[in-house]
């Protein structure tokens, strides 16, 4: 069984072989509808898929929410270089812990999702880039594709069709800058991953500076049933614009964290309470972030809000990778914005100047703030330095930085007050102990 | 060209081709859009942020060093928003950056000063500490500190793309990211200095400047380096009458941003110790110093009663004098010593190559073709070695322009990389496996080709017979040494041929012949050291030497006139490409003159008329009086190069302290 | 330098993974399985690696220094992640983390003098529905209190 109970109120569709004997099995694959998609998408024309998962809307679910049969529709077909598919197995924004589960039970499902992207789009080869740390998981991937190369769902001539993909299963080393696409390229090409100038972009120069398609392990997982059920049918499980459903992954204060999927447009308080067991110790609500450390926070009053990317854009925050960090009133904001900083910090690649310089220096802020060592000026010196890489750095990892940042420091500027000139930390002492397993 | 489009850039309308860059575009109208990543002719890296600029219809600011002009475009690039993100990303800039600019070798040309200056906040609100990280040696000439380092990655690619060195590289990441050297601790490269001349601030510094002095204080003198024939300019600064640095900042030269190990650092050898700066005069065996006087008039009497009595005079010139005196050289001894015998060492046959070409002056090459024709074959020469401007601009040319090269050589050369076909050819096969390329050269467009000293004499002729047989435009660069050896040439220091490649009525003894002939009576060598390797074989003959430093052919002198170098005069001297350049008076060295001012002197004393013989004069007249070259004559005697390296320059780099202490450097050829 | 035939066939495999002449695409996975066998990136390996795949050796240094996973020293036989990012922080990490150093009697980055543990504060482990997490090794733990990871430390132990 999976980290996690299901919950009642959950619509699996790409969790649905979640908690089935060797689910990640090819034989279970194939029991419970495996690789129907593939051959119902044999038979399609790539303008035929591509149409479908239009239909479906789709949108990327690594965080920015571009809708995948548009980015697939971006792939010039007649192009003379190969093609390639890569997923996006480079899970490392704080908050989320989907894709591991997708891979790790259910790898079919990813795979055919790939070989369907690759039949649409005219690549003939697939890389899955998985997390350093995530190595168990590359064992589990690499098993799934021998398996299906052995049984012809994968290789030269994938079910007699001419058709023929391959699926690679490639490591980082640990970098949260290399689930930025292009650094996941750079990456996957044996360099530093430090993002590349776009355009032009992947769909024209990504993999080997070929047409490529990249997307998230989620994205991918999705595909098969969209193709097997149709683009309309997932579309409706979930909001206009916003199709199907999602994995959010619910941790941080809550009595059954976990990772549960949902339907698009699925309401926040709902998720804490009615899915995620709400609070422990009946503490009240004080934040969420709603879709991973680089979304802005939400207060309290803001959590009765529909999770679907439009719903979340609007509140001026983002359903980014669906990492909902649940926070109590005992939890000291300064601090939630320091540690978060220090990951940005660290995670920063180093290329340009803002965000090499701006981290760092929002990092030597909040620690100092922190230990109680700030000045009044210094709370408006912390938005000041965010606002300043915002929107100005070579890649989103500055603005991942610095949108959270503002957040706290708008909508918690009482705390930040209450820890200045030496006084320490008012939410010190209460700090909880580790719930028993 | 390319299609022109219409943008508009602080209201102004700007029209340039498609695809210039927005940053370029508006240099075009005289707009400044500040940057520090951004370098013409490197790759774009978009890093610091400098150059952010409105875009009409773009909800974000964009980098104008990435963005290529478009049709209808609307850049705004004063606006507040703009002005604001320049002062926050000097601010980022500076928090770690450390605020030792008045003893930082690069304040007063530090593109950061100049930069905050303009752009910047008035002042940091940076109060956490800075993080200093100690300064590190990488060679002897290179040095890196740090923090001062604001990772703008030019020197990673000036090495990399522009040199082919690739020795420069960025470790760690985030805030911790610097430039570290190829073998871990230290540099294993061309120790050309190109990463220290690019560097906008002073995180690479280099040992011969290091806290000398001001760049305010110095005197900056362009003048041509006196290595290789290449004929780069180098822009000595000069302080209290010496040379402390040499660079090519101004890209005032033929060679643009470019310059090698020699042009920058080894112009050490002016004021070596061993430096001569007084006349010697053999007395009972021995070498004295004695007056100038004495000494000339010593010189003038012996030359005077070996001519009045019909005796045999040698004369050796020089390949780093300029034309002026290798002119005048020609004529004192033709008209006025009445010999024939002259010479020098000729190191690439470009008295054959002008003989085939039958006066075709549209096949020789210039400079600027390196960097525009469209293919280039290169026979018998490790460029980056020996030619180290032609290599970088050969190697621009395929960066660009995606020119083709083609090596024929006897070992590994640097433009194997990149080479569309390369040909090991043992020596003397050289030409024949140029020749096994015909099939790839037919079908290039157009073709330059340049060949050493392998492909001499007959050979050269049989080359451009080839050439010629290809059926497409070619061009040709005959490869030869130091800075003037094609002047030597051209002014007529070689005994068949007058200046202009004109035959000469009675053709001389050349170089080996003189130093063959016992019934010599006196050789005088200008500026050469034949004797390094060779004896002469009269051995009572009168030797007058005039040089720097005591080489072994003045250490056989009877009289030795201490000589000033080429950074010590004025004059002109011929590249590879037959570019005739000034070079300016950059020092002067007490006691020694320029070869003009001793043949002058000389004249007088002898009672000769050669002429007004200042350096002007002497230029108009060779304007007036050289003619096209045209010669016919087959070329005599040896052709042989030095076989330079980077790191060495014939006799004189014995004397550049730098180019023996950069031990670490790759030195020798084909390797 | 020589590998295992495992670490050898996973080096052909990979190798066998890209478009001809993109073989240096490799790097980066073959130093961290090479890592894992050897212990640390050493400049032996870093030699051996680079003449593979026909790079410089500084080149590949540049890479080695870039990911946080490779590492130039050697850590202990059982390395400790833990977690301390937002999740694991929210449910204790931070808490756990210092309860490991004090317990271990050593610091973040540092190993036993018998070097058999090592702790590193790590970055987003991926498991934050069941913070606090850690990794020892590759091996995930969940949910992790100090109790239990006293009681895994000093199984570890049993088995030297």
Redo the contacts between chains.
């Keep these: 069984m999976p980290?996690?109970e299901p919950s009642p109120l959950e619509v699996k569709v790409l969790t649905r072989r979640f908690g089935l004997a060797d689910s990640a099995s090819l034989d279970t694959y194939l029991a419970t509808g495996g690789y129907e998609a593939l051959k119902k998408a044999l038979g399609m024309t790539p303008g035929e898929i591509i149409e479908e998962v239009k239909l479906s809307n789709l949108r990327g679910r690594g965080g920015a929410g571009f809708p995948a049969g548009t980015k697939w529709g971006f792939v010039p077909r007649d192009s003379a270089r190969?093609k390639y598919v890569v997923a996006n197995g480079d899970?490392?924004?704080?908050?989320?812990?989907k894709?591991?589960l997708l891979m790790e039970y259910d790898p079919h499902q990813l795979i055919e999702g790939m070989a369907i992207a690759g039949l649409a789009v005219g690549a003939h080869a697939g890389?899955i880039y998985v997390?350093?740390?995530?190595?168990?998981i590359i064992r589990i991937l690499e098993r799934a594709v021998e398996e299906a190369r052995g049984r012809g769902y994968l290789g030269g001539n994938i079910l007699g069709s001419g058709f023929g993909f391959e699926v690679?299963v490639?490591?980082?080393?640990?970098?949260?800058e290399c689930g930025e696409e292009s650094a996941l390229l750079e990456?996957?090409?044996?360099?530093?991953?430090v993002p590349r100038?776009r355009p032009p972009f992947p769909a024209v120069s990504g993999a080997?500076q070929s047409p490529t398609v990249l997307n998230n392990i989620e994205t991918y997982s999705a595909v098969p049933a969209i193709i097997r059920e149709g683009g309309a049918a997932f579309a409706a499980l979930g909001t206009p614009r916003n199709g199907g459903t999602r994995l959010f992954?619910?941790?941080?204060?809550l009595n059954k964290?976990?990772?549960y999927e949902l339907p698009m447009g699925f309401n926040l308080l709902r998720m804490i309470h009615e899915v995620g067991g709400g609070i422990p110790g009946g503490k009240r609500l004080k934040a969420v972030?709603p879709g991973g450390?680089s979304c802005p926070v939400l207060k309290a009053e803001e959590c009765d809000i529909a999770m679907d990317f439009d719903s979340l854009a609007k509140a001026k925050s983002m359903l980014g990778s669906g990492?909902v960090?649940v926070?109590d009133e005992d939890?000291c904001m300064v601090?939630?914005a320091r540690?978060?900083m220090e990951?940005y910090?660290?995670?920063?690649?180093?290329?340009?100047?803002?965000c090499?310089?701006?981290?760092?220096?929002l990092r030597?802020?909040l620690r100092?703030f922190h230990a109680g060592e700030g000045s009044r000026s210094d709370i408006d010196?912390i938005g000041?330095v965010a606002r300043?890489i915002l929107?100005?750095?070579?890649c989103p990892l500055g603005d991942a930085a610095a949108m959270p940042t503002i957040a706290f420091v708008e909508k918690f500027r009482d705390e930040f007050e209450a820890h200045l000139e030496g006084r320490p930390c008012p939410f010190e002492g209460r700090?909880?102990?580790?719930?028993?397993? | 060209m390319s299609k022109l489009v219409r943008l508009e850039i602080d209201g102004k309308p700007v029209e340039v081709p498609a695809g210039t860059l927005v940053i370029n575009a508006a240099k075009t109208v005289g707009i400044e859009i500040p940057a520090f990543c951004y370098y013409d002719g490197l790759t774009?890296?978009?890093?610091?942020?400098?150059c952010?600029v409105e875009v009409e219809k773009s909800p974000?600011?964009v980098t104008a060093c990435?963005l290529a002009a478009a049709e209808g475009m609307v850049v705004r690039t004063q606006t507040p928003q703009v002005v604001q993100?320049r002062k926050?990303?000097l601010?980022?800039?500076l928090?770690?950056h450390p605020l030792d600019c008045p003893v930082c070798d690069k304040g007063g040309e530090c593109e950061l000063q100049d930069l905050t200056f303009r752009y910047g906040l008035g002042e940091s609100?940076?109060l956490?500490t800075k993080v200093h990280v100690p300064e590190k040696q990488w060679s002897a000439v290179v040095y890196y500190d740090a923090p001062r380092c604001?990772?703008c990655y030019r020197c990673v690619r000036i090495c990399k793309e522009g040199m082919g060195v690739s020795a420069l590289a960025?470790v760690?990441?985030?805030?911790?990211?610097e430039i570290a050297p190829n073998m871990g601790d230290h540099l294993y490269c061309d120790e050309c200095g190109m990463c220290i001349d690019i560097c906008p601030v002073g995180a690479l510094t280099s040992q011969d400047y290091r806290y000398q002095t001001r760049p305010w204080e110095m005197k900056h003198v362009g003048t041509i380096c006196t290595h290789c024939a290449d004929g780069c300019t180098t822009t000595l600064g000069v302080y209290n009458n010496r040379v402390i640095r040499g660079n090519n900042h101004d890209r005032t030269g033929l060679n643009g941003e470019f310059l090698c190990v020699k042009g920058r650092y080894a112009h050490d050898f002016i004021a070596h110790s061993e430096r001569l700066k007084c006349p010697l005069m053999r007395v009972d065996g021995k070498l004295v110093e004695v007056s100038w006087s004495q000494a000339l008039a010593e010189v003038a009497a012996r030359f005077g009663g070996i001519r009045s009595r019909g005796g045999k005079f040698g004369v050796i010139g020089s390949t780093r004098t300029t034309n002026e005196e290798n002119w005048y050289l020609q004529k004192f001894a033709r008209e006025g010593l009445g010999t024939g015998n002259i010479d020098h060492h000729r190191s690439g046959d470009v008295i054959s190559l002008l003989s085939a070409l039958k006066g075709r002056a549209d096949a020789l090459a210039a400079t600027s073709d390196l960097y525009e024709r469209k293919a280039a074959l290169v026979i018998g020469s490790d460029l980056a070695q020996q030619h180290p401007l032609v290599a970088f601009q050969l190697r621009a040319n395929w960066r660009h322009h995606e020119s083709h090269i083609y090596t024929v050589t006897r070992g590994p050369v640097r433009e194997d990389a990149y080479s569309r076909l390369r040909v090991r050819a043992e020596a003397g096969r050289e030409l024949a496996a140029a020749k096994s390329l015909r099939q790839a050269l037919q079908a290039e467009p157009e073709l330059l080709i340049l060949f050493g000293d392998c492909v001499r004499g007959a050979a050269v002729h049989e080359l451009v017979e080839f050439g010629d047989s290809l059926g497409i435009p070619v061009r040709y660069i005959c490869l030869v040494d130091y800075v003037n050896s094609r002047g030597a040439m051209d002014m007529g220091l070689t005994p068949g041929l007058l200046p202009g490649y004109q035959p000469a009525a009675a053709p001389g003894l050349d170089l080996a012949g003189m130093l063959a002939a016992a019934d010599l009576d006196a050789l005088w060598v200008v500026g050469a050291n034949p004797l390094k390797n060779a004896a002469l074989a009269a051995e009572r003959a009168f030797v007058v030497v005039q040089d720097l430093f005591l080489t072994e052919t003045a250490a056989r002198a009877d009289i030795v006139l201490p000589a000033a170098c080429a950074y010590e005069k004025t004059g002109t001297v011929t590249n590879v490409c037959g570019e005739v350049q000034r070079l300016s008076r950059a020092v002067t060295t007490m006691g020694a003159k320029p070869d003009l001012e001793i043949f002058r002197s000389l004249a007088a004393r002898m009672g000769l008329d050669l002429g007004e013989p200042e350096t002007d004069r002497v230029y108009a007249e060779m304007r007036r009086q050289l003619p096209v070259p045209a010669a016919g004559e087959a070329a005599r005697g040896v052709v042989a190069s030095a076989g330079d390296t980077l790191f060495t320059s014939g006799t004189l780099g014995r004397y550049c302290g730098v180019l023996r202490n950069v031990r670490e450097a790759p030195g020798g050829l084909y390797q | 330098m020589t590998f295992s035939p495992e670490l050898e066939a996973r080096f052909e495999k990979l190798l066998k993974?890209?478009?001809e002449g993109?073989e240096?695409?490799?790097?980066?996975?073959m130093?961290?399985?090479a890592q894992d066998e050897i212990g640390a990136v050493t400049p032996e390996l870093v030699e051996e690696v680079a003449r593979r795949?026909r790079?410089t050796p500084a080149a590949v240094e540049?890479?080695v220094s870039?990911?946080?996973?490779?590492r130039k020293h050697p850590v202990g036989k059982y390395h400790i992640?833990i977690c301390?990012?937002?999740?694991c922080?929210?449910?204790?990490g931070e808490?756990?983390f210092e309860h490991a150093c004090r317990k271990l009697g050593i610091g973040n980055r540092e190993v036993t003098p018998d070097g058999l543990f090592s702790i590193e504060e790590v970055?987003?482990?991926?498991?934050?529905?069941?913070?606090?997490a850690i990794?020892v090794n590759?091996?995930?733990h969940?949910?992790?209190?100090?109790e239990?990871l006293d009681r895994l430390i000093d199984s570890l132990r049993k088995l030297h």
């Design positions: 980290y996690n190969p899970e490392g924004e704080p908050g989320t812990c894709d591991r890389y997390r350093g740390e995530f190595r168990y690679y490639q490591s980082g080393a640990g970098s949260y990456s996957l090409e044996g360099r530093r991953g100038i080997f992954c619910l941790s941080g204060h964290p976990g990772v972030i450390s990492g960090v926070m939890t601090q939630a540690r978060i990951f910090a660290h995670e920063s690649c180093g290329w340009c100047v803002p090499r310089e701006g981290t760092n220096w030597r802020l100092r010196l000041d300043n929107g100005r750095t070579f700090r909880r102990e580790v719930p028993a397993p | 774009l890296q978009g890093a610091c942020r400098m952010l974000k600011l990435t993100a926050a990303m601010e980022f800039l928090t770690n609100r940076f956490e604001i990772l960025v760690s990441r985030a805030v911790d990211s | 993974s890209y478009p993109r240096s695409s490799a790097l980066v996975p130093l961290l399985y795949l790079l540049s890479v870039y990911y946080s996973m490779l992640q301390t990012n937002i999740s922080q929210l449910t204790g808490e756990l970055e987003c482990l991926g498991a934050c529905s069941w913070a606090p990794e590759y091996d995930y969940h949910k992790v209190t100090p239990a």
